[in-house]
């Protein structure tokens, strides 16, 4: 669980993959006090990679820019719908896929 002095809302929870546009906000002493979290109690490697990298980047002059938590990187910007993929099958009936299957080589008709 997050402690509720952390920088960011559920932390411990975040995933690796979100962690570097979640911190792009954060200052030295916020990064600090995540680094300072992480190595007291998951000690995650690649964690510690991500929030040293930020860190260095702020010390040789970037500076901290806003992002919104109200809409994290880690929520996609669309919905999944289905497939595009005519269930009825090829235009030409008869012919198979030109990757070919277990029972088809792949030729087309051509080929016969």
């Given amino acids: 669980m997050s402690e509720p002095n952390l920088p960011l809302a559920n932390y411990d929870e975040l995933p690796l ?17 995540l680094l300072d979290h992480e190595r007291e109690h998951a000690n995650r490697v690649h964690v510690i990679e991500v929030l040293t990298s930020r860190m260095d980047e702020l010390r040789r002059g970037a500076s901290p820019t806003p992002g ?45």
């Fill in 68 to 112: 919104s938590e109200s809409e994290p990187s880690d929520v996609p910007g669309h919905k999944r719908s289905g497939s595009v993929v005519d269930p009825a099958g090829p235009r030409e009936p008869g012919r198979p896929t030109e990757h070919g299957t277990r029972t088809n080589t792949g030729k087309g008709k051509e080929h016969h």
């Fill in 17 to 33: 993959a979100t962690l570097g546009h979640r911190i792009r906000s954060l200052t030295e002493e916020e990064i600090q006090q």
